[in-house]
């Protein structure tokens, strides 16, 4: 077996021994970024191990196992970006701020007491089932970074001595190889009765949300729904497709089916015309004239029959 080099441009080799197999990770202490955009903050100078190589699925708890013997670690970054470092020291740091306002005995005798609005109970919203998920081991890049913050810089002395002989990789409960992919394919299928508690319990939330939104709708009567960008908003409603808001809307199903409002009357059709030509007008009136004369004919024979029955007769 060749004689590995201790030291290796600046990185002290680490060997780590696999089953069949020897991994080799190469580390050294932490140096402050000259950037003014990366924080330096986050990884303090003196306290921080910088790994290269480090294996594809390692995970914070093999690491920190691994790194065990030189002293308490800290925290353990994979892939340190300066973004993601900021926002998690924010929000570490807002935390704290928390835990200590809310530690700190509050003045009740400087301030009156106010009084307490009666609060309504407010329906819960139905919570969704989740989908099985184990958890399973994250998978980077080759050859990819990590750091590791110690608690202090005694136990950053230790980790980079060479050692001797390779160090075991720690043992974990978290499959890896092929039974890692073996359950990300059975955690990508999940059982049917778990899927429909999960699409059920989905839906509800969605209903419960969607009803919530319409309750707490500002738009009034006659002014129009308008969206972020200023355009009117087509939406169903009314009898002829008018929302409730105004502006444009879509015609109702029941309407563009059967043509029948709500609760609104039809109107009377009109009549066809019958007369169009002027033969047609005339015959018309030709028709009305003789009917005229013949009612007139007959009113004045019911007018005599009715004079001689009142004609008196002694004999």
Not at 181 to 199: C, G
Not at 262 to 286: H, I, L, P, T
Request: with cysteine.
């Amino acid at each position: 077996m060749p004689i590995l080099p201790k030291c290796l441009s600046g990185f002290t080799v680490i060997p780590i021994a696999y089953p069949s197999s020897t991994h080799y990770i190469y580390a050294r202490a932490h140096a402050k970024s000259k950037s003014k955009t990366k924080p330096n903050n986050v990884l303090p100078e003196g306290r921080t191990l910088f790994l290269v190589n480090v294996p594809p699925d390692a995970t914070e708890r093999e690491l920190t196992l691994l790194f065990k013997h030189c002293g308490t670690i800290e925290r353990v970054l994979f892939d340190f970006n300066s973004a993601d470092a900021l926002a998690e020291h924010a929000s570490d740091s807002d935390e704290e701020m928390s835990e200590a306002s809310v530690n700190e005995e509050p003045d009740t005798e400087a301030r009156p007491r106010k009084k307490r609005k009666l609060q309504t109970s407010e329906p819960t919203p139905p919570e969704v089932i989740p989908l099985p998920s184990p958890s399973l081991r994250t998978l980077r890049k080759t050859g990819s970074c990590a750091h590791i913050i110690f608690l202090d810089s005694s136990s950053l002395a230790k980790a980079l001595s060479s050692p001797t002989s390779p160090k075991p990789w720690p043992y974990s409960e978290e499959p890896r190889g092929l039974s890692h992919y073996a359950a990300k394919y059975d955690n990508e299928r999940p059982p049917l009765d778990a899927v429909k508690a999960h699409a059920d319990s989905f839906m509800d939330r969605f209903e419960f949300d969607l009803s919530k939104s319409k309750q707490e709708a500002k738009y009034r009567k006659g002014e129009a729904i308008m969206d972020e960008d200023g355009f009117t908003l087509v939406t169903r409603g009314g009898a002829y497709g008018q929302t409730l808001g105004g502006g444009v809307g879509v015609a109702s199903k029941k309407f563009m089916l059967t043509g029948q409002t709500g609760s609104r009357r039809k109107k009377e059709k009109k009549k066809e015309k019958d007369v169009f030509y002027a033969f047609q007008k005339a015959e018309k009136q030709r028709k009305a004239l003789l009917d005229l004369k013949k009612n007139f004919a007959a009113d004045k024979e019911r007018v005599e029959k009715l004079k001689e029955s009142r004609r008196f007769k002694p004999y």
